[in-house]
């Protein structure tokens, strides 16, 4: 039992390999590709266009580890978090959204997060592992199913902004994000994804070097160095200057439009020199702004600042031509507003 190995980490090449050396044709190994990743099958047993003693044989060689939705929560707005067991019964959230639009998918990348942002829930779990692409995928599959369960209506967005820091598990989450977008996977569109990160300079260079097509975001908080330290440590090694440089390389090879996360905290960012150095800092770079209110977590020392406040930053932005939302945030009442996703279910990995 224990030694078999799990078949998706296998390649589509990999895979025809295996019946191939079987003395079977090629096309068997696209068969349980599509079966996989296509329509997220969990046991060889329903691949029924694969004969009987095929589908044995993968079983005795094969497992499809997956994961398993251990508890469901659904707020009053309709937001539903997904606490989310993986095969070894470590537990990540991720969080159905729906809009009248779209319905959009928050995912997690890693099991809690090796950055200690201040004032974000997930940052008070330590990291343990990375998700596998699967573990990723599965999450999608998970919300895709629910959209049309609870919804009716198809999963139109996923936003990597679930526990963890996508670009610190790049290689895990490129290849998931292979199997979300390729016409033998999910087909969705890359466009329709976005991988939120705290800016970590190196990686967006590789991003824009591999040629992704998906969208990129970026946590900001604040555009003044003294500032965003304290708010995010990542930012003494990643200081805003090297940050927007590899944006502008970002954006000259990718042509993609960055956006830019941003919470206004009361006697934090909540004047006029703030918001000057956010929109000049925005000038350099073709970005948006996405104005998000502060979800307050347990005995943190930060407070949503005025409204008033929150207006005027939008209205500086959209003076000087940049596009900025103010997003209400959505599923408070369940803890899987931004920042929240800490388990907080989940006794064993809290304790
Ligand atoms: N590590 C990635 C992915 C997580 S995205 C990143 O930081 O971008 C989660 C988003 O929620 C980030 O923009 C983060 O800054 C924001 N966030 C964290 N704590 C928050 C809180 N308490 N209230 C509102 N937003 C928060």
Same mark, same amino acid.
């Given at each position: 039992m224990e030694n078999k190995r799990d078949i998706r980490t296998l390649t589509l090449e990999?895979?025809?390999?295996?019946?191939? *050396?079987? @003395?079977?044709?090629?096309?068997? @190994?696209?068969?349980?590709?599509?079966w996989l990743w296509k329509k997220g099958l969990r046991s060889f047993d329903e691949m029924t266009n694969l004969g009987k003693d095929l589908r044995n044989y993968l079983d005795t060689h094969f497992v499809i580890n997956h994961i398993s939705v251990d508890d469901m929560q659904r707020s009053t707005d309709g937001t539903i978090k997904n606490a989310v067991k993986l095969h070894d019964g470590k537990v990540v959230e991720s969080v159905l959204i729906p809009t009248d639009k779209r319905i959009t998918a928050c995912i997690s990348s890693q099991v809690g997060c090796s950055l200690d942002c201040t004032f974000c829930a997930t940052a008070r779990l330590k990291r343990m592992r990375n998700l596998n692409p699967d573990e990723i995928f599965d999450q999608v599959v998970t919300i895709k199913q629910q959209a049309e369960q609870f919804y009716g209506r198809p999963l139109t967005n996923i936003v990597f902004m679930g526990?963890?820091?996508?670009?610190?598990?790049?290689?895990?989450?490129?290849?998931?994000?292979?199997?979300? /977008?390729?016409p033998d996977g999910l087909g969705m569109s890359p466009k329709r994804i976005t991988v939120s990160t705290v800016g970590l300079e190196k990686m967006i260079r590789k991003l824009a070097d591999d040629g992704v097509t998906f969208r990129l975001a970026v946590s900001l908080h604040a555009a003044? !160095?003294? /500032?965003?330290?304290?708010?995010?440590?990542?930012?003494?090694?990643n200081p805003l200057n090297e940050l927007l440089a590899s944006l502008q390389y970002w954006y000259a090879k990718t042509k993609s439009r960055v956006t830019f996360e941003y919470v206004v905290w009361r006697g934090i960012n909540d004047d006029e020199r703030h918001i000057d150095a956010l929109v000049a800092f925005c000038k350099k770079?073709?970005?948006?702004?996405?104005?998000?209110?502060?979800?307050?977590?347990? !005995? @943190?020392?930060?407070?949503? *600042?005025?409204? *008033?406040?929150? %207006?005027w930053y939008r209205e500086k932005? %959209?003076?000087?031509?940049?596009? *900025?939302?103010?997003?209400?945030?959505? @599923?408070? !009442?369940? !803890?899987?507003?931004c920042g929240q996703l800490a388990n907080k279910n989940e006794v064993a990995l809290t304790t």
């Open positions: 990999e895979l025809q390999d295996i019946f191939i *050396a079987l @003395g079977e044709k090629p096309f068997r @190994g696209k068969q349980l590709y599509e526990m963890g820091e996508p670009l610190l598990n790049y290689n895990n989450v490129l290849k998931a994000i292979e199997k979300i /977008t390729s003044i !160095d003294e /500032t965003r330290d304290q708010l995010m440590s990542v930012n003494l090694k770079v073709p970005s948006k702004v996405n104005i998000i209110e502060y979800n307050p977590i347990d !005995d @943190g020392p930060y407070q949503q *600042a005025d409204p *008033a406040i929150v %207006e932005l %959209e003076a000087a031509g940049i596009k *900025a939302m103010v997003r209400r945030s959505r @599923g408070k !009442d369940i !803890d899987a507003a």
